[in-house]
């Protein structure tokens, strides 16, 4: 459903018309999906799959620019619990230096911070005008030279949003889990090896790993399985993943678990739930990660090898231990 936001004029002094739609919407698909085909991939099925199925109670977006009938530009927020993750940026060619994204982007922002949106994250090519125009925005690199970047509301009370809660339940990763997974492995406290299979070393995105290892899951065949911590409301506190190990022909798993710091404890539930009776379980984690490492050693993995000094955390060498069960 196409809903009018507002207009603006260009700077050739044409009529911008900006709006909503929202999914899923089959009509809109026909336009927005060739239209957004710039990054490829998996993106690709990512926008198709929200423009022609549910993926409710994750809410889906599309931020369109037209200049009479024609679609000018777009983006997508995909938001759950407040939480959103921000793509899909692009301008068709015929109508670039119009500011057209700008305009865009303060739409969408605009709309978000009205329904009381609490962050945003996005990931572009650092020192490219793209992280320019974000940074104008109130967006801010997640460390010096990144591409990441996020933007919250009131970014010193969003620690809140890791406040302790008993009532935690362990599920299966689901749609609504992408924005807010994200934000727990972008969030600056906590391990430094977070998942060995996404690739997250310290605080990084996993805008892109998430949707590849989620859309492995979506196949009954698929030997990939990932679970995930979450409060009543659907914050994402921790997460486990299991993946056949690829690097080289084995046997064996690749475990990931991780949670926040406040919510370690429920490691135990989340590596059982992953892991497969009677089948070699691997996990990497630097040695800093004392407390997590004592939680796998509690559930019976062993340290198997460790690589003295073999990666920087904060600039200082740190230990890499491989855990076998």
């Known amino acids: 459903m196409f809903k009018e936001l507002k207009t603006a004029s260009l700077k050739d002094e044409r009529e911008l018309k900006i709006g909503i739609v929202t999914v899923p919407d089959p009509e809109w698909a026909e336009r927005l999906c060739p239209f957004l085909t710039h990054k490829g991939g998996i993106w690709n099925w990512q926008i198709e799959h929200c423009l022609t199925d549910s993926v409710s109670p994750l809410e889906i977006r599309f931020i369109v620019g037209l200049v009479g009938e024609a679609l000018a530009g777009g983006l997508m927020i995909a938001e759950h619990t407040g939480i959103g993750q921000l793509g899909h940026v692009f301008t068709h060619p015929d109508f670039r230096r119009q ?26 090519e650092f020192d490219s005008p793209a992280y320019h125009l974000y940074r104008s925005l109130g967006f801010e690199s997640i460390r010096p030279h990144s591409g990441v970047m996020d933007w919250y509301a009131d970014r010193a009370a969003m620690g809140d949003y890791f406040k302790e809660d008993e009532d935690t339940d362990v599920r299966p990763w689901q749609w609504q889990d992408w924005p807010t997974m994200n934000l727990l492995t972008l969030w600056p406290v906590g391990d430094f090896v977070r998942s060995v299979a996404m690739k997250v070393y310290g605080s990084d995105s996993v805008e892109g790993a998430f949707l590849r290892f989620f859309r492995k899951m ?8 990932g679970v995930v911590l979450v409060k009543p409301a659907g914050q994402v506190v921790g ?12 046997e064996s798993d690749l475990i990931d678990a991780y949670a926040h710091p406040r919510f370690i404890y429920r490691l135990p539930e989340l590596i059982d739930t992953v892991t497969v009776p009677g089948r070699t379980s691997r996990a990497w984690l630097n040695a800093k990660s004392g407390d997590r490492l004592a939680i796998f050693k509690e559930v019976g993995f062993e340290i198997e090898a460790t690589l003295y000094g073999d990666i920087q955390v904060n600039d200082e060498p740190d230990d890499l231990i491989i855990i076998r069960r």
């Open 99 to 124: 500011g057209i994204a700008r305009r865009l982007m303060t739409a969408a922002m605009d709309d978000f911070q009205d329904r009381e949106g609490s962050g945003l994250c996005l990931g572009t």
């Open 218 to 225: 979506e196949s009954a065949k698929s030997a990939t399985a």
């Open 239 to 250: 997460f486990a993943l299991r993946t056949p190990e690829t690097r080289w022909p084995s």
